[in-house]
Each structure stands twice: as C-alpha cells, then as structure tokens.
C-alpha cells in the first residue's frame, strides 16, 4: 500500500432499521413539486380574486354615520342639605341606556314613518349600534354613547343616526324625569300631611296658651322675691336696733336702780355728771352750773336728783322705741310668712302650667321641624325637573359619510388572491406528501468503508467498492 494515503477496508453491510431509506427531502424536490403545481396555484389564486372582485363590485354600497348623546345626572347642588334624604340620585348605566335606545318603542318613536311593519322595523334595527365612549374617565352619574347607523346613501345613514340618538334622548329624558315625578309627588303627599300635623300641633298649643299665665306668674315670683329681700334687709336693721335698744334699756334701769333712795345734795355735781355722760352739751352746763351758783344749798327736784330724772326720760323713750321695732319686727315676720306662702303657690301653678306646655309645645316643634324639612325638598324637587330637559342631548349630530364602509376593493382583492395562493400551494404540498412513492433502481448492496488513518466509515454501493477493488 502506499504510503500516505489511507486504506480503505470492505465492510459487511448492515441490515438493520436504523439505516434504512432516509424520509429528508431535498431542495430539488420541494423545487420539483412546487413546478409542478405552479399552474394550479396560479389558476386558484386568479379565479379566487377574480370572484372577490365581482362580489365586491356587485354588492350596494354601504354608508356609516354616528351621532353622540350625553346623558348627565340632574342632581341639584343643594341636595348636600338635610332635605337630601328626598332628593333622588337620578341616572341611567350603560345597560340601562343600551335597553332603552334597543327598546320597540324608542325605535318606533325613531322609525315610524319609515318602517311601517314590524319586519321592516326589525330590518332597520339591525343596521344600528351602540357604543360608550370613554366609560372609565367619565364623572358617575354621566353617560356618552354613540349611535351608528348603515344604510345605502350617506344621507339616510346620517338621517338614521340623528333620529335614533334623538328618540334615545327623549327617552332617557323621560325615564329621568318619571323618577323625579314619582319622588315629587310623593314628596308633596308628605308635605300635606305634615302640614296637617302642624295645623293640629299649633291649634292645640293655642289652645294651651289661652290659659297660660307663665309669664304674669313669672312676674309675680320675682316681685315676691324682691320683696322678701328688702322684708329680710329690714329685719336684720330692726334686730339690731332692738339689740341695742334692749341693751340701752337695760343699762338706764340698772343707773336708775342704783341711784334708787339717794338724793345728790348739790346740784352743780349732777349737771357735771350730765356734761361727761354726755346728756348736756358744756355750753349749757356752763350756763346752768352759772345760774345754779345763785340758788340756795341743797335745793332738789321733787325729791330726786336730776340725773335720775334725765335717765328715767331716756330709759322710757328707749322704752317706746324699743316697743315699736319688736312691732314692726313682729309684723315683718307675718308679712314674709304670707309672701313665703304666696311665692309657693305661685311656683307650685307655674309648675303644673310648665308641665301642661311641655307636651304641646314639644309636639309643635316636631311637627315643625318635620314640615320645614319635606318643604326644604319641594324646590330642590321641582328644580331637578326643570334640569331633567337638559339632562339628555345629542352632542354631536351625525353627517352624511363621504366614502361608504364597504369601498377598497383593490384591497380586499389582493388580499383574497394571496390567501387563495397560499392554501393552493398548500393543497399542492399536501398531496404530493401522500402520493404513493416511486421505486428507484438500485445499484448494488450498500456497504462500508473505514478510513485506517481516521477511523471514518464511508458507505458505498457493492458495484463501486468492486470497481475500486479491481483498480487496486
């Protein structure tokens, strides 16, 4: 053998699954059957859009125009009050619209004139559609739907959307203002009632307040207490002057008593004793004592000195004094009894009339409270109706279309031709995967060859490796 070059060794060829015919396909024959299917693919793809053009050429036109209405909650802003309790939050969902404006009615209001039978009604309404706009971001209480109409000219499918969005408006507009009828009437019920309560409440306090005499007793109570203060003021100076008065009357008797059987032989020192006890001023003890230095020695008054004289007159003018301030006490004393006993029953009637007002009175006040509260209601009522005629609009009025919905036929044609080539080319690999396979001549046995330098087996065909035996 050569050197440099490896040797090639015959091997026995192997009967075994693993190497049996390989199921690859090659690029030559993906080339090959997509030739051969070429004018099918061609021919499908041609009379596919070839019958898209004639359908969409042959069928009407077709216009879509939209008309939007705005619904809004008509709450008034003063319904934040107490009255709020009679105030209904009036709004309609999107559902509720979408059944309203679908309704027999709201489309016989739209379409009467238009669709005199039910079939062609039924007809119309399927070439309607509602749709909400911007649902998320609205405010609660408010709705923004669009109405879609399709018809043959753009001037019916705008008439279309106008009279159905107008009709679905005054519906809604009706709805809303049914629910507020409803709270209104039932509202002026109760105010009517309520006002029949006040009535009787007010009848039965004028007639409590024939009789009431709370404020002249009032009066009354505080002229007795007024009265009673000074009596008490007065009987406190009288006690105190009977005090000292009884304390003076007590103090002269005693002089006088002490004195009693004994006669001052001189005068002079009866008139000095007068001056310091402070009966006799000493400009008139002066002028006496001058005149008493021209009578006799030992000269008496009645057989009794004169201070004795003058202690006896203080001691009955204390006496009397005395005698009219225990009287005047005494009737004080009567007189605060009977204002005592008369402020009692006054208090005692005042009482009970209190007690008889209690009741009518807190009944007026109830029956009061409650009709201002349902009277607060009837205008915030009556101005949420007046708001309901503004609570539904068509905000934007549709126009008759430019171009019909159904144009681009161009398009669509080209469209249909690619996807009718692809399913035909599809089709064509389909079929030739299934096509029985054709028998191909063999040349010999396959066999093996190991490479000595690298260790690669080589398969061959029997006839080459004899050939190539026979060249060695």
């Known amino acids: 053998m050569p050197r440099g070059r490896p040797a090639a060794y015959p091997v026995r060829a192997v009967n075994d699954a693993t190497y049996g015919t390989s199921d690859e396909i090659s690029l030559r024959e993906l080339y090959l059957i997509l030739k051969r299917g070429a004018v099918g693919i ?62 027999s009615a709201v489309l016989a209001a739209a379409f009467g004139p238009a669709a005199p039978d039910a079939a062609e009604l039924r007809r119309l309404a399927g070439t309607l559609q509602l749709k909400s706009i911007d649902a998320a971001n609205q405010p609660r209480g408010h709705l923004t739907v ?121 005068l002079a020192d009866q008139l000095r004793a007068l001056t310091d006890a402070g009966v006799l001023p000493a400009a008139e003890s002066e002028a006496l004592l001058a005149g008493l230095g021209q009578l006799p020695p030992g000269l008496t008054v009645g057989g009794q000195d004169l201070l004795t004289l003058v202690d006896r007159a203080r001691l009955e003018g204390v006496t009397s004094s005395l005698t009219a301030q225990v009287a005047e006490r005494a009737a004080l004393e009567d007189a605060a009894e009977e204002a005592e006993a008369t402020a009692a029953a006054l208090r005692d009637r005042l009482a009970e009339l209190e007690s008889r007002a209690a009741e009518p009175q807190a009944a007026l006040a109830l029956a009061r409270q409650a009709y201002d509260r349902v009277a607060a209601a009837i205008p915030l009522l009556t101005l949420q109706q007046r708001m309901i005629a503004n609570a539904a609009q068509v905000v934007v009025v549709a126009a008759p279309p430019l171009e019909p919905i159904n144009g681009g036929r161009l398009t669509i044609t080209a469209a249909t031709v690619l996807v009718a080539a692809l399913l035909a080319t599809l089709v064509v690999f389909l079929r030739a995967a299934v096509a029985a396979p054709t028998a191909a001549p063999r040349p010999g046995r396959p066999t093996s060859t190991i490479d000595e330098g690298s260790g690669k087996v080589t398969r061959h065909d029997e006839e080459l490796l004899t050939t190539a035996g026979r060249g060695r």
């Open 42 to 103: 061609v021919l499908t793809a041609l009379l596919a859009g070839a019958a898209a053009f004639i359908y969409l050429t042959s069928r009407p036109a077709v216009y879509q125009a939209s008309a939007t209405v705005q619904v809004s909650s008509p709450q008034p802003a003063g319904a934040g009050t107490e009255a709020a309790g009679l105030v209904p939050q009036v709004s309609l969902g999107s559902q509720t619209y979408t059944a309203l404006a679908n309704g």
């Open 146 to 266: 669009e109405h879609t109409a399709r018809a043959a000219t753009a001037d019916l499918a705008a008439g279309n959307a106008n009279a159905w969005a107008a009709a679905s408006a005054a519906a809604a507009r009706a709805t809303l203002g049914a629910t507020v009828e409803r709270s209104l009437a039932a509202a002026t019920t109760e105010l009517e009632a309520r006002r029949a309560e006040l009535d009787a409440a007010q009848a039965r306090w004028t007639d409590f307040a024939r009789d009431d005499a709370r404020v002249s007793l009032r009066s009354q109570i505080e002229q007795l207490a007024l009265q009673q203060a000074a009596t008490r003021s007065r009987l406190a100076e009288l006690n105190a002057k009977i005090a000292a008065s009884s304390a003076q009357q007590g103090l002269l008797a005693a002089g006088i008593g002490a004195r009693e059987g004994r006669t001052t032989v001189v």
